[in-house]
C-alpha cells in the first residue's frame, strides 16, 4: 500500500482543519469503532459555500479526503458540493489505494450531511433522494 | 534530524558479525553442500556447525534443529505435521491462545476445516496465557498445544515453562510459536520441555529468509519437502549456507550478550513506557513486567494509529500500530481485542520496538515527538471531542 505524493501533501499539511462556530451546517458521518469519523462545518451565503472546516478523526487518508473535499466545495453553490462525488476527490488525490477508497465515500458523505442540515436548519425544501442513507455502502460498519 | 528505527519486532538491523559469517558462503564457498569434493564438504560443514550453533543455544541437539525458511514455515510445519501425526492416533483437538500469530492461527483454522477441534485459550487483560488454562482445556483426543513464547505486538511472555510441564505431565506435544523470544530471552527447550519451537533470524539481527524448527528427538514429524536428503529427509533443497551462517552467527552473539542486552533494553524501555504514559488517556498494553525487554506497546484514546505513524514517520521515527488502517483488513489487531481492548482504542495504539543499539538520546527524542504528535491529532478529532465533553471536560 503506498499513498500518492498529493495525498501526503494533504496529510501533512492539511487544508481547511478546524471548526465554525456559527456554522449553518454540520454533518458527521462515520463511527470510532470503524476508526474513522469526519466532521464538516459549512457556512453559507447567498446558496454558495463561503467556508468550510472539518474535524477527522482516521487515518491519513481519511484526514487527505477531508482536506481535498473541503478544498473542492469552498466558494461553491450548495447545489454543486452536492453532485461532489467520492470519485473526484480520488481523482484529485491522484488515486486511493483500494482498501482506503470508502474513507473518500466518508467525505462526500460528510460533505452531504452537512448540506442536508443546512437545509433542514433553514426550512429549505429538498428531494429526500438526494439523501439517501446508504448505510452499507461500505461493510465494515458493523451495527452497533 | 535524527532518524529512529523501533520496529524491531518487524525485523532488525543485519549484525555485522552475521554478514561477516555469511561471506565466504556467498564469494568463495559456493560449493553444494551435498557434493563430496572440497568446496562442497566445505559448505557441508558450514551447515552443520551453523546446525550446533543454534542448537546449542537453545539447549537442544544438534539433529534436533531443522532449518526453514523463517518463521512462518516453521509454524505451519509443526502444527501440519504434528496433526497429521495425531490424527492417525484419533487426536483430532488443538489447544491454542487467541492471540497467536496469524500463521498459527490461520493455520489451526485451515485444520478446523479439516475436522479438528480448536480450543482458543483466553489471554486476559495483562496479556499472559495461564497454565492452568492449558490443564484444563487438555481433553483424551488433544493433539497439541501450541502457545507462542512471547507476543509480537504487546510483548508479552507466556509462562512457557509452566505450560511446557502441564503438557509434559498430560502426555500432549508442545509447540511453541518463539520468533519475537528467541535471541531475546534465556531459552531452553530441554529445561522448559518443549517440544517443538519456531524461529526466524531477523528477529535478532540475522539475514531474512532463514529461520528454523526444533523439534524434539522422537517426533516423527512428516517430511515437508521431498526430493533430497537435506534436513535429514525431511525438508528437500540445496542449503542457503550462507544464510544458516547468518543466522547461526547472529544467535550466538545474541546469546552471549543476553544479560547485558537486557539490562541496557529493559531501561530504555521503561524510560520509554514512563515517557509516553505523561501523556493524558494513555495506557499500556500488555504486563508491564512479563514483557520482552524491548517492547512498548500504548494506546492513545481519541487518535488513530496510522496517522500516529506516518507523522511519526515524518519526524524520522519508525514504529508501527494495530489499528485496522496498518493491519490492511477493517478490523484492529486481533491481540489488543483479544486483550479487551474496545476497537476504538485499538485503532490508537503505537508500538515502539527497541534493540540495544538505540541510545537515550533516542528515546527521549520519540518521548519529546509523541507529545506535539498526539496534541495534534486530537485537537482535529471528533472523538477526542467526544471522550472530553463525556468527561465533562468541555
Same mark, same amino acid.
Given at each position: 500500500?503506498?499513498?500518492?505524493?498529493?495525498?501526503?501533501?494533504?496529510?501533512?499539511?492539511?487544508?481547511?482543519?478546524?471548526?465554525?462556530?456559527?456554522?449553518?451546517?454540520?454533518?458527521?458521518?462515520?463511527?470510532?469503532?470503524?476508526?474513522?469519523?469526519?466532521?464538516?462545518?459549512?457556512?453559507?451565503?447567498?446558496?454558495?459555500?463561503?467556508?468550510?472546516?472539518?474535524?477527522?478523526?482516521?487515518?491519513?487518508?481519511?484526514?487527505?479526503?477531508?482536506?481535498?473535499?473541503?478544498?473542492?466545495?469552498?466558494?461553491?453553490?450548495?447545489?454543486?458540493?452536492?453532485?461532489?462525488?467520492?470519485?473526484?476527490?480520488?481523482?484529485?488525490?491522484?488515486?486511493?489505494?483500494?482498501?482506503?477508497?470508502?474513507?473518500?465515500?466518508?467525505?462526500?458523505?460528510?460533505?452531504?450531511?452537512?448540506?442536508?442540515?443546512?437545509?433542514?436548519?433553514?426550512?429549505?425544501?429538498?428531494?429526500?433522494?438526494?439523501?439517501?442513507?446508504?448505510?452499507?455502502?461500505?461493510?465494515?460498519?458493523?451495527?452497533? | 534530524?535524527?532518524?529512529?528505527?523501533?520496529?524491531?519486532?518487524?525485523?532488525?538491523?543485519?549484525?555485522?558479525?552475521?554478514?561477516?559469517?555469511?561471506?565466504?558462503?556467498?564469494?568463495?564457498?559456493?560449493?553444494?553442500?551435498?557434493?563430496?569434493?572440497?568446496?562442497?564438504?566445505?559448505?557441508?560443514?558450514?551447515?552443520?556447525?551453523?546446525?550446533?550453533?543454534?542448537?546449542?543455544?537453545?539447549?537442544?541437539?544438534?539433529?534436533?534443529?531443522?532449518?526453514?525458511?523463517?518463521?512462518?514455515?516453521?509454524?505451519?510445519?509443526?502444527?501440519?505435521?504434528?496433526?497429521?501425526?495425531?490424527?492417525?492416533?484419533?487426536?483430532?483437538?488443538?489447544?491454542?491462545?487467541?492471540?497467536?500469530?496469524?500463521?498459527?492461527?490461520?493455520?489451526?483454522?485451515?485444520?478446523?476445516?479439516?475436522?479438528?477441534?480448536? !480450543?482458543?485459550? $483466553? *489471554?486476559? %487483560?495483562? /496479556?499472559? #496465557?495461564?497454565? @492452568?488454562?492449558?490443564?484444563?482445556?487438555?481433553? +483424551?483426543?488433544?493433539?497439541?498445544?501450541?502457545?507462542?513464547?512471547?507476543?509480537?505486538?504487546?510483548? !508479552?511472555?507466556? $509462562? *512457557?515453562? %509452566?505450560? /511446557?510441564? #502441564?503438557?509434559? @505431565?498430560?502426555?500432549?506435544?508442545?509447540?511453541? +510459536?518463539?520468533?519475537?523470544?528467541?535471541?531475546?530471552?534465556?531459552?531452553?527447550?530441554?529445561?522448559?520441555?518443549?517440544?517443538?519451537?519456531?524461529?526466524?533470524?531477523?528477529?535478532?539481527?540475522?539475514?531474512?529468509?532463514?529461520?528454523?524448527?526444533?523439534?524434539?528427538?522422537?517426533?516423527?514429524?512428516?517430511?515437508?519437502?521431498?526430493?533430497?536428503?537435506?534436513?535429514?529427509?525431511?525438508?528437500?533443497?540445496?542449503?542457503?549456507?550462507?544464510?544458516?551462517?547468518?543466522?547461526?552467527?547472529?544467535?550466538?552473539?545474541?546469546?552471549?550478550?543476553?544479560?547485558?542486552?537486557?539490562?541496557?533494553?529493559?531501561?530504555?524501555?521503561?524510560?520509554?513506557?514512563?515517557?509516553?504514559?505523561?501523556?493524558?488517556?494513555?495506557?499500556?498494553?500488555?504486563?508491564?513486567?512479563?514483557?520482552?525487554?524491548?517492547?512498548?506497546?500504548?494506546?492513545?484514546?481519541?487518535?488513530?494509529?496510522?496517522?500516529?505513524?506516518?507523522?511519526?514517520?515524518?519526524?524520522?521515527?519508525?514504529?508501527?500500530?494495530?489499528?485496522?488502517?496498518?493491519?490492511?483488513?477493517?478490523?484492529?489487531?486481533?491481540?489488543?481485542?483479544?486483550?479487551?481492548?474496545?476497537?476504538?482504542?485499538?485503532?490508537?495504539?503505537?508500538?515502539?520496538?527497541?534493540?540495544?543499539?538505540?541510545?537515550?538520546?533516542?528515546?527521549?527524542?520519540?518521548?519529546?515527538?509523541?507529545?506535539?504528535?498526539?496534541?495534534?491529532?486530537?485537537?482535529?478529532?471528533?472523538?477526542?471531542?467526544?471522550?472530553?465533553?463525556?468527561?465533562?471536560?468541555?
Amino acid at each position: 500500500m503506498e499513498y500518492s505524493e498529493k495525498v501526503m501533501e494533504h496529510f501533512a499539511k492539511p487544508h481547511n482543519v478546524g471548526k465554525l462556530e456559527d456554522a449553518d451546517g454540520i454533518g458527521e458521518v462515520g463511527n470510532a469503532k470503524c476508526g474513522d469519523i469526519m466532521k464538516m462545518y459549512i457556512k453559507v451565503n447567498d446558496g454558495i459555500i463561503t467556508d468550510v472546516k472539518f474535524n477527522t478523526y482516521g487515518c491519513a487518508s481519511a484526514i487527505a479526503t477531508s482536506s481535498m473535499a473541503t478544498d473542492m466545495i469552498k466558494g461553491k453553490p450548495v447545489s454543486e458540493a452536492l453532485k461532489l462525488t467520492n470519485k473526484a476527490v480520488v481523482e484529485a488525490l491522484d488515486g486511493l489505494p483500494a482498501v482506503k477508497i470508502h474513507c473518500s465515500v466518508l467525505a462526500e458523505e460528510a460533505i452531504k450531511a452537512a448540506v442536508k442540515d443546512y437545509y433542514d436548519k433553514n426550512g429549505i425544501a429538498y428531494d429526500p433522494a438526494l439523501f439517501k442513507e446508504d448505510c452499507c455502502h461500505y461493510d465494515h460498519h458493523h451495527a452497533e | 534530524m535524527m532518524q529512529v528505527y523501533a520496529d524491531n519486532a518487524a525485523t532488525t538491523k543485519l549484525s555485522e558479525t552475521a554478514l561477516k559469517a555469511m561471506m565466504p558462503y556467498l564469494t568463495d564457498t559456493y560449493g553444494n553442500a551435498s557434493s563430496l569434493y572440497r568446496i562442497g564438504q566445505e559448505a557441508h560443514h558450514g551447515v552443520q556447525a551453523a546446525r550446533a550453533a543454534v542448537a546449542s543455544a537453545l539447549g537442544a541437539d544438534t539433529n534436533e534443529i531443522y532449518f526453514t525458511s523463517g518463521g512462518s514455515e516453521a509454524d505451519n510445519w509443526a502444527i501440519k505435521g504434528v496433526a497429521e501425526l495425531m490424527a492417525k492416533k484419533g487426536k483430532k483437538h488443538i489447544i491454542t491462545s487467541a492471540f497467536e500469530h496469524h500463521a498459527v492461527l490461520h493455520t489451526v483454522k485451515k485444520l478446523e476445516e479439516q475436522g479438528f477441534r480448536i !480450543t482458543y485459550l $483466553p *489471554v486476559y %487483560e495483562n /496479556g499472559i #496465557v495461564k497454565a @492452568e488454562d492449558v490443564k484444563n482445556a487438555i481433553c +483424551d483426543d488433544t493433539a497439541l498445544v501450541t502457545i507462542m513464547y512471547a507476543n509480537n505486538e504487546i510483548g !508479552t511472555i507466556q $509462562p *512457557v515453562s %509452566e505450560i /511446557g510441564a #502441564v503438557c509434559r @505431565e498430560k502426555g500432549v506435544l508442545f509447540h511453541t +510459536d518463539a520468533v519475537q523470544a528467541v535471541g531475546h530471552v534465556a531459552i531452553n527447550v530441554k529445561a522448559q520441555n518443549i517440544d517443538l519451537m519456531s524461529m526466524s533470524a531477523h528477529k535478532f539481527h540475522g539475514p531474512k529468509g532463514i529461520g528454523a524448527l526444533y523439534c524434539k528427538k522422537g517426533i516423527r514429524l512428516p517430511n515437508l519437502i521431498e526430493g533430497g536428503a537435506q534436513e535429514r529427509g525431511r525438508r528437500a533443497g540445496t542449503e542457503a549456507v550462507y544464510a544458516m551462517a547468518g543466522m547461526a552467527a547472529a544467535l550466538t552473539e545474541a546469546t552471549d550478550a543476553l544479560t547485558q542486552n537486557t539490562a541496557k533494553l529493559t531501561a530504555l524501555r521503561n524510560r520509554l513506557i514512563d515517557g509516553l504514559l505523561q501523556i493524558e488517556s494513555s495506557r499500556l498494553n500488555g504486563d508491564r513486567n512479563s514483557r520482552l525487554p524491548g517492547n512498548v506497546n500504548i494506546s492513545f484514546e481519541g487518535v488513530e494509529g496510522e496517522s500516529l505513524l506516518l507523522y511519526l514517520d515524518m519526524k524520522g521515527v519508525s514504529a508501527s500500530s494495530g489499528s485496522a488502517c496498518t493491519s490492511g483488513s477493517l478490523d484492529p489487531s486481533h491481540v489488543l481485542l483479544a486483550i479487551g481492548l474496545p476497537h476504538e482504542v485499538a485503532h490508537g495504539s503505537l508500538r515502539l520496538s527497541l534493540c540495544e543499539s538505540n541510545t537515550r538520546e533516542e528515546i527521549d527524542y520519540i518521548i519529546s515527538c509523541v507529545p506535539e504528535i498526539i496534541e495534534r491529532l486530537r485537537s482535529m478529532s471528533p472523538l477526542w471531542e467526544k471522550i472530553q465533553k463525556e468527561r465533562g471536560n468541555l
